[in-house]
T-cell receptor, first 114, second 117 residues
Framework: DGGITQSPKYLFRKEGQNVTLSCEQN?????MYWYRQDPGQGLRLIYY???????QKGDIAEGYSVSREKKESFPLTVTSAQKNPTAFYLC?????????????FGPGTRLTVT | AQKVTQAQTEISVVEKEDVTLDCVYE???????LFWYKQPPSGELVFLIR??????QNEISGRYSWNFQKSTSSFNFTITASQVVDSAVYFC??????????????FGKGTRLHILP
């Protein structure tokens, strides 16, 4: 089945540690996105990538980093510089590098940093 | 600037009642796209509908219907004969026609819908 996988579903880390969230898609989509969701909030864009080896900052990129070495993969690293990393992280993809097309989402990773 | 407002933070209705979720948007463009997504308790957002700014026809899909009115900048979502499985958070979103690589999709804060048995 085609879709987006994110692993793990739940992730626990100690403060000061970097952590990498996985996102893989087999939909052959060009564009991929990372969002952060906090309780009672909408989705806020962290980073997005429209083609391999290229990505752009979203609204809240500080304290995060990404890479896009393969079309299928768009991992997100939450660095120790991120002040409030505990959140629900959603990865998404869309068929073309235009946001006018609908996005398909993965199941999300809930990160807890203590 | 782009903005999406979902004024209803949380709604509770009894099963089989109809319910309407409101969405009001702001945009500087004449060409734009509107979306609705459903987020069930599992967390994954599910795409429901995409509508471009030139198509004001109402859309019906089973128990779901959407009312797009450019005059009031609204794109409301109605569930008819609600069911417990409709319980979720619903997000409205807006994207302006891509003019450059910085265009993004903007989500509202969502409406949490509780369908009571």
């Amino acid at each position: 089945d085609g879709g987006i996988t994110q692993s793990p579903k739940y992730l626990f880390r100690k403060e000061g540690q970097n952590v990498t969230l996985s996102c893989e898609q087999n939909l052959n989509h060009d564009a991929m996105y990372w969002y952060r969701q906090d309780p009672g909030q909408g989705l806020r864009l962290i980073y997005y990538s429209q083609i391999v080896n290229d990505f752009q900052k979203g609204d809240i990129a500080e304290g995060y980093s990404v890479s896009r070495e393969k079309k299928e993969s768009f991992p997100l690293t939450v660095t120790s510089a991120q002040k409030n990393p505990t959140a629900f992280y959603l990865c998404a993809s869309s068929i073309l590098a235009e946001v006018t097309y609908e996005q398909y989402f993965g199941p999300g990773t809930r990160l807890t940093v203590t | 600037a782009q903005k999406v407002t979902q004024a209803q933070t949380e709604i509770s209705v009894v099963e089989k009642e109809d319910v309407t979720l409101d969405c009001v948007y702001e945009t500087r463009d004449t060409t734009y796209y509107l979306f609705w997504y459903k987020q069930p308790p599992s967390g994954e957002l599910v795409f429901l509908i995409r509508r471009n700014s030139f198509d004001e026809q109402n859309e019906i899909s089973g128990r779901y219907s959407w009312n797009f009115q450019k005059s009031t900048s609204s794109f409301n979502f109605t569930i008819t004969a609600s069911q417990v499985v409709d319980s979720a958070v619903y997000f409205c979103a807006l994207s302006e026609a891509p003019m450059n690589r910085d265009d993004k999709i903007i989500f509202g804060k969502g409406t949490r819908l509780h369908i009571l048995p």
